[in-house]
T-cell receptor, first 114, second 115 residues
Framework: DVKVTQSSRYLVKRTGEKVFLECVQD?????MFWYRQDPGLGLRLIYF???????EKGDIPEGYSVSREKKERFSLILESASTNQTSMYLC?????????????FGSGTRLTVV | DQQVKQNSPSLSVQEGRISILNCDYT??????FLWYKKYPAEGPTFLIS?????DKNEDGRFTVFLNKSAKHLSLHIVPSQPGDSAVYFC??????????????FGQGTILTVHP
């Protein structure tokens, strides 16, 4: 069964902390994505990567960075967590052409910044 | 600028009836459209898609209709079942270039199917 695995389901962090969210996929997908989901705003793209060590900003990259050192792993980094980054974070992966089955999502990480 | 819009935050229907979820887009370069379904505490799962060269695609109880001139698509679920209760997201993509298969999502519509 193909999978996108996010390392944590729930996280509580303090304001100012550096936070790492990890995502691993086993489908040999080229693309990997980080979204956040907020009520009324849907899914908003933070960053994506189409190859190892490559990254592109999405629609809301401010306050975030990413790392992709291996094809199967894509990390989202909150450099200094703030309360407005409290959200559901979703990782996804796809083939280079999303027409081949669209995205496969992980189960999400519910991050609370206090 | 919201390029993909789902203007109905929620929809409530009776079991056995038709559910119609709507989606509008503004970017005329979008040429592939998808619907995803999301249960609480789970990631979205792919439901059905349609290419811009078609105006209808059907998969069991789910049918997606595309009206390119109106930049509008809709998802029909017939008959609706309580297990269909979830958040539904429409998404769109642009072919080729530097899009890298990137999808733009709408805000989502919460569907509740009552027994």
């Amino acid at each position: 069964d193909v999978k996108v695995t996010q390392s944590s389901r729930y996280l509580v962090k303090r304001t100012g902390e550096k936070v790492f969210l990890e995502c691993v996929q086993d489908m040999d997908h080229e693309n990997m994505f980080w979204y956040r989901q907020d009520p009324g705003l849907g899914l908003r793209l933070i960053y994506f990567s189409y190859d190892v060590k490559m990254k592109e900003k999405g629609d809301i990259p401010e306050g975030y960075s990413v790392s992709r050192e291996k094809k199967e792993r894509f990390s989202l980094i909150l450099e200094s967590a703030s309360t407005n980054q409290t959200s559901m974070y979703l990782c996804a992966s796809s083939f280079l052409n999303a027409r081949r089955g669209g995205y496969t999502f992980g189960s999400g990480t519910r991050l609370t910044v206090v | 600028d919201q390029q993909v819009k789902q203007n109905s935050p929620s929809l409530s229907v009776q079991e056995g009836r038709i559910s119609i979820l709507n989606c509008d887009y503004t970017n005329s370069m979008f040429d592939y459209f998808l619907w995803y379904k999301k249960y609480p505490a789970e990631g979205p799962t792919f439901l059905i898609s349609i290419s811009s060269i078609k105006d209808k695609n059907e998969d069991g109880r789910f049918t997606v209709f595309l009206n390119k001139s109106a930049k509008h698509l809709s998802l029909h679920i017939v008959p609706s079942q309580p297990g269909d209760s979830a958040v539904y997201f429409c998404a769109a993509s642009v072919a080729g270039g530097t899009s890298y298969g990137k999808l733009t999502f709408g805000q989502g519509t919460i569907l509740t199917v009552h027994p």
